[in-house]
């Protein structure tokens, strides 16, 4: 039980990555506050996918609220913490991991797309990660802070010039808090997931060959599942990494080292 009596917020946490953070966590003990951002765009969760992750993590025995907002919006990250702390208490751990990737060329990108993306993944993050902060302050007793960040952080990618600078901040944005929140010992890091078959990128791994090269290219064989990345989120969440903050893991099976 790593995160036993905890209290964990998840961004983004109907589907995917968030979801599979969001029941980890409860796995492990902890009772959790899921954001989720109910319109009908496939890259956001709808209402009937967060009603089947608070029914899966009651039948673990925790406790769970559904928050709606859009993280990109700096008072989301406030009414969030608000409404967890009235409801839990406190907050111990914050899972940020809302984002989307809406795939497009680079050329003829309009202004919108690049500042929805810049909005939700890396405005999203900074606003979250400040309101949990300054919570976990004025608690006293510390916190720990998991970004999703991605490998594309360390690459480029033809059809995601927007998305992977993003990815990039992300991940120097847990740097950054780690030396601004370290007195307070909250600790923060990113996981930096490589290929994971997710609603996120479906329709792009639906192309055969594409799958196919990832899955030759990747040398433990086989594209990531969101429950790969839970499990390295609870890790850097729990006390078990209570001497790791400002680091970067990357949950690839492999595919950067084989990208030469």
Not at 23 to 31: L, Y
Not at 155 to 169: D, E, I, L, N, R
Request: net charge negative; proline share 3%; with cysteine.
């Amino acid at each position: 039980m790593l995160l036993k009596d905890k209290v964990v917020i998840v961004t983004g946490g109907s589907r995917g990555i968030g979801r599979a953070i969001a029941i980890a966590s409860a796995r492990e003990g902890a009772d959790v506050a899921i954001n989720y951002w109910g319109d009908n765009d496939a890259s956001y969760g709808r209402r009937s996918a967060i009603d089947e992750v608070l029914g899966e993590i009651e039948r673990l025995g925790r406790r769970a609220i559904a928050l709606e907002g859009n993280v990109a919006a700096p008072q989301t990250g406030v009414d969030l913490v608000r409404q967890t702390v009235e409801r839990f208490g406190k907050v111990d751990v914050l899972a940020s991991n809302a984002g989307i990737c809406p795939f497009h060329s680079f050329l003829d990108m309009p202004p919108a797309v690049l500042e929805r993306t810049i909005g939700v993944n890396l405005n999203g993050a900074f606003y979250v990660t400040q309101a949990v902060a300054r919570q976990m302050k004025e608690q006293g007793t510390g916190g720990a802070i998991v970004a999703t960040s991605s490998i594309s952080a360390l690459v480029g990618g033809g059809m995601q010039t927007h998305y992977t600078p993003t990815k990039a901040g992300v991940h120097s944005l847990m740097q950054s808090c780690a030396i601004a929140l370290g007195p307070y010992g909250i600790r923060c890091n990113s996981v930096m997931p490589g290929t994971i078959a997710t609603d996120l990128n479906a329709e792009d791994l639906s192309d055969e060959s594409k799958r196919e090269y990832f899955e030759k290219r990747i040398p433990l064989g086989r594209l990531g599942a969101p429950e790969d990345v839970a499990e390295c989120v609870v890790f850097l969440a729990s006390d078990r990494a209570r001497y790791v903050t400002g680091a970067a893991l990357l949950v690839d099976g492999g595919l950067f080292v084989n990208l030469q």
